[in-house]
């Protein structure tokens, strides 16, 4: 990917650079942002109300990474992400102009029963709990970034179902497809995309057998339907380990995995951000 070089500031012999990914985004998209400058603390961004951090790029001096997911359902239009810090004790503030843009996903029909479709009161309670229970962990920033190297996919396969496909159920709009969907048969071993700490291993109903893995600073990668889950929570992984093996288990009509990503709590488009991180990071 093009880095567009956006802002070159010289004020008192100083630098300060700051390279965005690009400025305008699909939804469900996730922005890079690098900022280079010396002798700052505190790196912030707000993007539409959402306060995110600046990390420091592993092996860097002077430089700082912040990963703005922009969610599926967010408006096509103009925004602005404002940057902070501080340099000598006093707060400077940037702003950056970027655009959503209809990442223009394809629709898929999904004719199904509607018993199907309406819960029991029981699995109605259960899917909540669930919901909840998994939005708390995404929603936990671990200070700690466990990925040095690039991210690989999670099998070898051919990808049955795209990320974001638009879900219409019985004629009307529900949801949209949340993960990337690998042709996966029953047992195929399911490789860590990166290194991690195991944060999920559980079954969920519309999941089934699920792993999640923190890979640090808000990023999450998820497993789904998964007929064996080989780890337990908080085990630490290597990238390439086999955490389990896929298969058929929760709401599914045939064997596959579901694979999906979350950065500070929102879903976006797994591939895209592999392909983002493994561009812009200098491992
Ligand atoms: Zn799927």
Redesign the pocket.
């Given at each position: 990917m093009k880095k567009i070089p956006l802002l070159i500031l010289i004020f008192s012999q100083l630098i300060f650079a700051l390279d965005i990914s690009s400025t305008k985004v699909n939804n469900a998209d996730t922005l890079f942002l690098k900022l280079e400058k010396k002798d700052i603390k505190n790196p912030k961004l707000t993007f539409d109300k959402h306060n995110i951090d600046f990390y420091k790029v592993p092996n860097k001096q002077n430089s700082y990474y912040a990963l703005v997911p922009i969610s599926y359902y967010k408006d096509f239009k103009k925004y602005k992400i404002i940057i902070s810090y501080i340099e000598n004790e006093k707060k400077v503030f940037k702003g950056i102009p970027i655009e959503v843009i209809d990442g223009k996903y394809e629709s898929e029909v999904i004719n199904v029963d509607s018993s199907k479709v309406t819960l029991s009161k029981k699995n109605k309670s259960r899917v909540i709990k669930e919901y909840n229970k998994a939005m708390k962990i995404y929603n936990t920033t671990s200070k700690e970034l466990f990925i040095n190297d690039k991210f690989i996919y999670p099998i070898e396969s051919k990808i049955t179902?795209d990320f974001g496909k638009k879900r219409v159920y019985n004629g009307s709009l529900k949801s949209y497809?949340?993960?990337?969907?690998f042709r996966a048969r029953t047992p195929t071993p399911i490789k860590a995309v990166n290194d991690g700490k195991i944060v999920m291993s559980e079954n969920r109903f519309y999941a089934g057998n699920s792993i999640v893995i923190d890979h640090g600073h808000g990023i999450y990668s998820g497993y789904?339907?998964l007929s064996k889950m080989y780890l337990k929570n908080n085990t630490i992984v290597k990238k390439g380990d086999i955490i389990g093996l896929s298969g058929s288990t929760g709401r599914?009509t045939g064997p596959?995995?579901?694979?999906?990503f979350r950065v500070h709590g929102i879903q976006v488009n797994p591939l895209q951000l592999m392909e983002l991180l493994n561009n812009n990071f200098i491992y």
């Amino acid at each position: 990917m093009k880095k567009i070089p956006l802002l070159i500031l010289i004020f008192s012999q100083l630098i300060f650079a700051l390279d965005i990914s690009s400025t305008k985004v699909n939804n469900a998209d996730t922005l890079f942002l690098k900022l280079e400058k010396k002798d700052i603390k505190n790196p912030k961004l707000t993007f539409d109300k959402h306060n995110i951090d600046f990390y420091k790029v592993p092996n860097k001096q002077n430089s700082y990474y912040a990963l703005v997911p922009i969610s599926y359902y967010k408006d096509f239009k103009k925004y602005k992400i404002i940057i902070s810090y501080i340099e000598n004790e006093k707060k400077v503030f940037k702003g950056i102009p970027i655009e959503v843009i209809d990442g223009k996903y394809e629709s898929e029909v999904i004719n199904v029963d509607s018993s199907k479709v309406t819960l029991s009161k029981k699995n109605k309670s259960r899917v909540i709990k669930e919901y909840n229970k998994a939005m708390k962990i995404y929603n936990t920033t671990s200070k700690e970034l466990f990925i040095n190297d690039k991210f690989i996919y999670p099998i070898e396969s051919k990808i049955t179902s795209d990320f974001g496909k638009k879900r219409v159920y019985n004629g009307s709009l529900k949801s949209y497809h949340s993960g990337t969907d690998f042709r996966a048969r029953t047992p195929t071993p399911i490789k860590a995309v990166n290194d991690g700490k195991i944060v999920m291993s559980e079954n969920r109903f519309y999941a089934g057998n699920s792993i999640v893995i923190d890979h640090g600073h808000g990023i999450y990668s998820g497993y789904y339907h998964l007929s064996k889950m080989y780890l337990k929570n908080n085990t630490i992984v290597k990238k390439g380990d086999i955490i389990g093996l896929s298969g058929s288990t929760g709401r599914v009509t045939g064997p596959h995995l579901h694979f999906s990503f979350r950065v500070h709590g929102i879903q976006v488009n797994p591939l895209q951000l592999m392909e983002l991180l493994n561009n812009n990071f200098i491992y």
